[in-house]
């Protein structure tokens, strides 16, 4: 017995050696700043900076998505999902203790060479039993590592989900918002121009202006009417694609502050460097990768032999009775040792899988970033050069009215043909039809540089998700506490 003690304390010892390589962040060449950042940037990337449109409105229709939206809840399952997984694998760091009873009465045949002294007779029997797998070198460990990794990714992908949502309702909500500025704008030329088409056959009637002038103003008219329907179908298609954003039906949605009295929130302040710690995608393709490198010492560990140990202790008898007496007792212990010899590279080969899967999640993890790079840069950019059309344009409108303005009076003067008027005024409306999307534009790729950097919005908005994790608690700052959960917190 001795001895077994000595042998169970050294494989205890020998159970902290680990196979495979041990995670080391990459060395990630970043650039000092961004090509497009703004001077004036402020910091509130930690701040729900779409409160800063000033339209209650829009406040209430994220809040409602981040409450209702399907994808959502389906991301938090998910989560759910991996932390079983993850408590599934580390139960085999422990022994596995079960119980076994069993009742039977039974008869053997006359004929056996060998009949029991009673016949029929009555088998009793309750066990208590343990098995232990001892993670000599690292297996379960490595297996563990690679499912809390999984934890992690699965996490850091809901958190990713809910910064797209916040931006895509966001910008949702403002498309509609434009759309509906457009409308009213088709609406109010369609309307200017019938009055000159009334106008126009009422002269001819008349013998004023002749037929050519008339079809002229009508042509301008049925431009303006036909670009109605097609803003219509727009806002339609606009209001059921935000419904399901919202986890709605689709249907109508309700709307605040126009487009033009819309605050415009200030540019986060961020460096390249902090994308790493603040983007949800960047943080799920690290974590990838740790669990892709741990799968590696699962594999080498394979090499080697399984040590287990196994006991049971309970009682047998034949009488209820005597079940529980002491000469009923019945036990045993033993262990096994189990290695492979030849396995015609099956071993080599999942070796091999994961080695190479390491390297696919090294490239992974590294394209990432280089996508969130430009994605900032061209966040950046858009948001720099939309504000510049859009002056030019809303100059390019003024322009355009007052060319209007001036060809109508010289027409009426009868120093210009109408077909003068009619060309001011078809540059016009497509003009301001144009500046209201640039407009848009513009605050949508301010949302997309929100969405590009990241940040502890994202935590602010998960507080509005009412998504209960189960096991799992929401994280704080990303991955980096989830661990927690789980008796070991693993930095990132």
Not at 41 to 68: C, H, M, R, S, Y
Not at 136 to 143: A, D, N, P, Q, V
Request: hydrophobic letters at 40%; charged letters at 20%; one cysteine or more.
């Amino acid at each position: 017995m001795k001895k077994m003690i000595a042998i169970f304390i050294i494989t205890l010892c020998l159970a902290g050696c680990m196979m495979g390589p041990d995670y080391k962040r990459p060395i990630v060449d970043t650039p000092p700043a961004f090509r497009y950042e703004i001077n004036e940037a402020a910091d509130t990337a930690n701040t729900e900076w779409w409160k800063q449109f000033n339209d209650p409105v829009l406040d209430g229709l994220i809040t409602e998505a981040l409450a209702n939206n399907k994808s959502v809840k389906i991301a938090a399952y998910n989560v759910e999902q991996a932390a079983g997984i993850l408590m599934t694998t580390r139960s085999l760091l422990f022994p596995q203790v079960s119980y076994d009873g069993s009742a039977a009465r039974q008869r053997s045949s006359l004929n056996n060479a060998v009949s029991p002294p009673q016949n029929p007779y009555t088998s009793l029997q309750a066990l208590g039993g343990a098995t232990w797998e001892i993670d000599l070198w690292g297996r379960i460990r490595r297996l563990s590592e690679a499912a809390q990794a999984n934890v992690f990714a699965t996490e850091e992908a809901r958190r990713g989900i809910i910064l797209s949502l916040v931006a895509e309702v966001a910008s949702a909500y403002v498309q509609l918002r434009a759309l509906d500025e457009q409308l009213n704008i088709a609406q109010h030329t369609l309307k200017t121009y019938e009055e000159s088409v009334k106008l126009f056959e009422l002269q001819y009637k008349y013998g004023q202006v002749s037929r050519m002038v008339v079809e002229q103003a009508r042509t301008q008219y049925e431009t303006a009417a036909a670009a109605i329907p097609r803003i219509e179908s727009q806002i339609v298609r606009t209001e059921n694609a935000l419904s399901i954003l919202l986890g709605r039906n689709p249907g109508p949605v309700a709307r605040g502050k126009a487009l033009a009295d819309l605050t415009m929130p200030p540019v986060p302040a961020g460096l390249p460097s902090q994308l790493l710690e603040r983007r949800p995608d960047i943080l799920q393709a690290e974590q990838n990768l740790i669990g892709a490198n741990a799968q590696i010492g699962a594999a080498k560990a394979l090499y080697f032999p399984t040590i287990s140990l196994t006991g049971a202790f309970g009682t047998s008898s034949a009488d209820l009775s005597d079940l529980f007496k002491g000469p009923s007792n019945t036990w045993n212990f033993g262990g096994s040792l189990i290695g492979p010899i030849f396995t015609a590279g099956n071993i080599a080969g999942q070796v091999q899988q994961s080695e190479a899967g390491q390297q696919a999640a090294l490239l992974a993890y590294e394209q990432t970033i280089q996508r969130a790079f430009a994605d900032m840069e061209n966040a950046l950019s858009s948001h720099q050069k939309l504000g510049e059309q859009f002056a030019a344009e809303i100059k390019g409108v003024t322009a355009y009215k007052e060319y209007a303005r001036l060809a109508l009076l010289q027409y009426k003067e009868g120093y210009a043909p109408y077909l003068t008027v009619l060309y001011a005024q078809t540059q016009l409306f497509p003009a301001e039809l144009n500046a209201v999307q640039t407009r848009s534009a513009t605050f949508i790729a301010l949302t997309n540089i929100y969405k590009a950097l990241g940040g502890g919005w994202i935590t602010e908005a998960d507080k509005l998700s009412h998504v209960s994790l189960g096991g799992v608690p929401k994280s704080t700052e990303g991955s980096k506490t989830v661990g927690s959960a789980f008796g070991k917190e693993t930095k990132n």
